[in-house]
């Protein structure tokens, strides 16, 4: 029966791991800033003690990343960690893209928050798409751009 038992302990992740997968973005990212900020991470203790999701949500904060959880005492499991690299990651490259804008071009938005500022729907909805949403997410999430009044229904 133990035998069968899954093996939860090795799905956690560590802090010094977590770190170590964001310095690794980091580092291939060129992200010089970001890098400095890992390196004053004291990965001794952190080597050994599993990191829950408050400290993934401390941790990636300070590198400039928003992020929430509502369970802030559970355990970062793998598949959590990786998937906080890779919002990391994107957040570097939508970085480094907002860098290299070129003239007569709109820079990568930040957040959501800058396509519902948008004129219409359909800027809306190609500024959602450039934060990766889907065609038909970024469709409804835009919908309030154009609803004029509260009493008025949608089309």
Not at 143 to 148: R, S, W
Request: proline share 6%; with cysteine.
């Amino acid at each position: 029966m133990a035998a069968a038992a899954p093996r939860d302990p090795a799905s956690k992740v560590t802090q010094a791991r977590l770190v170590q997968d964001l310095a690794g973005a980091a580092r291939a990212a060129g992200a010089v800033q970001a890098s400095a900020i890992l390196q004053r991470v004291d990965l001794r203790r952190a080597a050994v003690v599993p990191i829950t999701e408050a400290g993934a949500v401390v941790l990636l904060r300070s590198l400039g990343v928003e992020v929430t959880t509502s369970t802030p005492g559970r355990t970062l499991s793998r598949q959590q960690a990786d998937a906080l690299v890779v919002k990391f990651k994107y957040s570097l490259a939508a970085a480094s893209a907002m860098r290299e804008v070129a003239p007569g071009h709109l820079p990568v938005p930040a957040s959501m928050d800058d396509c519902l500022v948008e004129k219409n729907h359909g800027l809306c909805v190609e500024c959602c798409k450039a934060l990766g949403g889907g065609g038909s997410t970024c469709a409804k999430a835009c919908h309030v751009i154009n609803k004029p009044s509260a009493s008025e229904p949608l089309p």
